[in-house]
Every structure is written in structure tokens, then in C-alpha cells.
């Protein structure tokens, strides 16, 4: 098999102004900039580029694939995001791991999660 991922794509109205989200959420760095219309941002240790791609519609329903981001500290890294624009939805626990729930700030949902004992 020779197939790999490469990025993942999240849709929003402004590329621009969401781009500002991500790139102080994950540290990265705008790499491309296509007229605002579609941005790439990666960095050299992230093996993933993140896109961001204008769509003329509002997000509608809930998000058929979503990031998961894992940390160490999940409640610290919850309130840095929420801090830069992101909005809690819930908080979800299974026996040696639990998730927050989130949106950025033009809705699209992912999570951040930790294990613990």
C-alpha cells in the first residue's frame, strides 16, 4: 500500500481568520496561502498538514470526521483553547481515558483527550 495522510481539510467560512486558531493551537505556520480561498498550515514535526478550505455555507449538523488531539494535560489544554476562541460541548469518560469535546470558532468540533489511571 502506498497511500499515507498527507493532510486533513476542515471547512469554514473564513480561512484566514480560522487559520489564526489553529496556528496558535497546534503551532503551526500558514506554509501556503491560496488567495484566502484555501490555506495549508504544517510545521517540520508535524508529520500532518492541516488545511483550510473556504466553503460558501455554515457548518450544518454534527462533524462526520473530527481531529483528536492528545495531551498530558487535557484540563490545561482545554482552557488555552477556549482561551483562543474554542467552545467546551462535553466531557466524556471510558475506563483509562477521557475527552473534552470542543468547537473552533467557526464551529467545527474535535476533541482533546488523556489517559489516566
Not at 55 to 71: C, F, I, M, Q, S
Not at 75 to 99: N, Q, S, Y
Amino acid at each position: 500500500m502506498t497511500l499515507q495522510v498527507g493532510m486533513i481539510t476542515i471547512d469554514c467560512e473564513d480561512p484566514r481568520a480560522l487559520a489564526g486558531f489553529w496556528t496558535e493551537a497546534l503551532g503551526l505556520e500558514v506554509s501556503q496561502d491560496y488567495f484566502g480561498e484555501y490555506l495549508v498550515l504544517s510545521s517540520d514535526s508535524s508529520p500532518v498538514a492541516l488545511g483550510i478550505q473556504h466553503v460558501p455555507e455554515p457548518r450544518a449538523g454534527k462533524n462526520r470526521l473530527h481531529l483528536d488531539l492528545t495531551t498530558e494535560d487535557a484540563d490545561g489544554e482545554v482552557a488555552r483553547l477556549v482561551g483562543l476562541g474554542a467552545k467546551e460541548v462535553g466531557k466524556h469518560e471510558v475506563p483509562g481515558f477521557g475527552w473534552t469535546v470542543l468547537t473552533d470558532p467557526e464551529g467545527n468540533e474535535f476533541c482533546v483527550g488523556a489517559a489516566h489511571a
